[in-house]
């Protein structure tokens, strides 16, 4: 047995005093993260996480808090997911709260996860899992694993810490170090051949280069730009690869995005005629519509008909992309013919009506002309709105006959709205009665 004395000793003690201080910060920093994390969430979702927590401990599982929410937490953002992660059964802990609170329990059984729904909120819950991949681009498999396992299986080192909840000691477990790139501004992938094996991970890792204000690591750039060079993006399915760019262009970041994943050869891999969509540069960072449908319309602005078809089918495009691109790029070519003079309104709407309004608010950006873009502007704000103040009912209660007649004065009297003739009700009845007497009504 060793007895210090004198100096020594005090050094000892010194270095034990330290060590506890700085445990004890630690453990106060671990429960301001929480007590953020808790102010953040809506009542609803602070009864979940109470309940998993006490549940958790009850059953003596280990669990944690993972993921994005904990990256946004030591960024000092504000993180609603409740995306948590168990070491045992995620099926069994859900079933727990679901019982307890009464709330809807949905498992995934294949992939070892459970949703607990209470009202409109939900608790996601996912079994500590490792993965691997048959080939690129394939989805992966998955099996039980422990905590440190399933960090090592995610896509960012940002994205791969875990906060320890109910019955632990608070920890952060950081295994990959992304407290530290987090602290660098750093996306940087777990390995090399992580862009290959998912290649959705790519759009991504600009995604959260340009939402956070980080950089790609170096090392991760030339691993991202080799799988593009070997086709990664390729292996993707349509319905993946949608998702990825819808997120991307949903963003308040979305310009910058795009045209970072332009510079680094993203769209050209996506689908050659995009190039570097450098063109995207010129779109207001706001616009009329829904803003991936907006943008969407303008990736396509200088493809040809036959080229957006290709692009609706390599993102399996839904009806509100689909038409936003085939009207984007039918507008284009109208853009001579909205710069011309003497234009009136009811041309004007004769010539935009029906047209998607991203692909109008598109077309306004990228106008050759003030007077086209003027024109562009004051339909959508103002003349697609522009109808008759008198509907169908009374449209036959004045003496029209059912059927396409109807539509034929409706269009008379927004025609008769639009160019001034008719200001009010009462001009409107007025013209539909010199109507019916033309028609010998």
């Given at each position: 047995m060793i007895v210090l004395r004198g100096e020594s000793k005090v050094k000892v003690e010194r270095v034990i005093i330290e060590a506890l201080m700085g445990a004890l910060r630690v453990a106060r920093k671990t429960l301001s993260l929480l007590s953020n994390f808790e102010e953040s969430l809506s009542p609803e979702s602070r009864q979940l996480l109470h309940c998993a927590t006490d549940s958790a401990r009850q059953l003596t599982f280990p669990l944690y808090l993972v993921g994005g929410p904990v990256r946004d937490l030591l960024l000092g953002r504000r993180s609603v997911d409740l995306d948590l992660v168990v070491e045992g059964k995620a099926e069994r802990l859900a079933a727990a709260v679901a019982d307890r609170l009464h709330a809807k329990l949905t498992a995934h059984r294949r992939f070892g996860t459970a949703t607990v729904t209470?009202?409109?909120?939900?608790?996601?819950?996912a079994t500590a899992r490792k993965e691997s991949y048959p080939h690129p681009g394939a989805l992966p498999k998955v099996a039980p694993g422990s905590l440190d396992?399933?960090?090592?299986?995610?896509?960012?080192?940002?994205?791969?810490?875990?906060?320890?909840?109910?019955?632990?000691?608070?920890?952060?477990?950081?295994?990959?170090?992304?407290?530290?790139?987090?602290?660098?501004g750093l996306v940087r992938a777990l390995h090399r051949i992580s862009f290959r094996d998912d290649p959705t991970r790519i759009l991504r890792a600009v995604r959260y280069e340009q939402r956070l204000g980080f950089r790609l690591e170096e090392s991760t750039e030339a691993w991202m730009l080799g799988a593009l060079a070997a086709g990664a993006l390729s292996t993707i399915s349509p319905f993946r690869l949608r998702r990825e760019v819808d997120l991307i262009l949903g963003e308040p970041s979305a310009k910058a995005s795009v045209l970072r994943a332009g510079a680094l050869g993203v769209w050209r891999a996506l689908y050659p005629p995009l190039e570097d969509a450098g063109w995207i540069g010129r779109l207001r960072e706001e616009g009329t519509g829904d803003r991936p449908v907006r943008f969407v319309a303008a990736l396509a602005w200088p493809l040809t008909p036959d080229q957006g078809e290709a692009l609706i089918s390599r993102l399996n495009m839904p009806n509100s992309w689909s038409a936003a691109v085939r009207d984007v790029i039918s507008l284009r070519r109208l853009d001579g013919r909205l710069s011309e003079e003497g234009l009136s309104r009811r041309e004007v709407c004769g010539l935009l009506e029906g047209c998607s309004p991203d692909a109008l608010s598109v077309l306004a950006d990228y106008a050759g002309t003030p007077a086209a873009e003027s024109r562009v502007r004051r339909y959508l704000e103002e003349w697609r709105y522009v109808k008759p103040s008198l509907g169908g009912r009374e449209l036959i209660r004045l003496g029209v006959p059912h059927g396409p007649q109807i539509g034929e004065v409706l269009g008379l009297l927004k025609r008769a709205r639009l160019e001034g003739a008719a200001a009010n009700r009462q001009d409107e009845s007025a013209m539909v009665r010199e109507y019916l007497a033309a028609k010998g009504g």
């Open positions: 209470l009202g409109t909120h939900r608790l996601d819950l396992e399933d960090l090592h299986r995610r896509d960012f080192t940002m994205n791969a810490i875990a906060l320890e909840l109910g019955g632990g000691d608070g920890r952060i477990v950081d295994p990959c170090g992304g407290r530290d790139d987090l602290d660098k």
